[in-house]
């Protein structure tokens, strides 16, 4: 019912950037908060950045300053500088939404990942 299609990841050196960006598509009614996980190798999967619908956003503490998520319609992207070795990754998009099928029943909808390494 709702889709997210994720781009942009890669291989990048430490202090370089990448962007990436999630859009959402299908039956989707409303969008609420959109996010960016990242689950490192042997870890557990981590919020990096989130912006609601009135364009609020959280950030973790490893990634501010050298992080921006911003929203675009059904669109959410990342934008990525100065990135270390710690920011390597798999990064899944995240967006709670409604569908015309059920609009009174908010899920959880994920991407299928990206893969960020940041290494020399």
């Known amino acids: 019912q709702v889709q997210l299609v994720e781009s942009g990841g890669g291989l990048v050196q430490p202090g370089g950037s990448l962007r990436l960006s999630c859009a959402a598509s299908?039956?989707?009614?409303?969008?609420?908060?959109m996010g960016w996980y990242r689950q490192a190798p042997g870890m557990q999967r981590e919020l990096v950045a989130s912006?609601?619908?009135?364009?609020k956003t959280n950030y973790a503490d490893s990634v501010k300053g050298r992080f921006t998520i911003s929203r675009d319609k059904n669109t959410v992207n990342l934008q990525m500088n100065s990135l270390k070795p710690d920011d390597t990754g798999v990064y899944s998009c995240?967006?709670?939404?409604?569908?015309?099928?059920?609009?009174?029943?908010?899920?959880?909808?994920w991407g299928q990942g990206t893969q960020v390494t940041v290494s020399s």
């Open positions: 995240n967006v709670q939404a409604t569908t015309w099928s059920s609009i009174w029943n908010r899920r959880d909808y």
């Open positions: 299908g039956s989707i009614s409303s969008i609420y908060t």
């Open positions: 912006i609601t619908s009135a364009g």
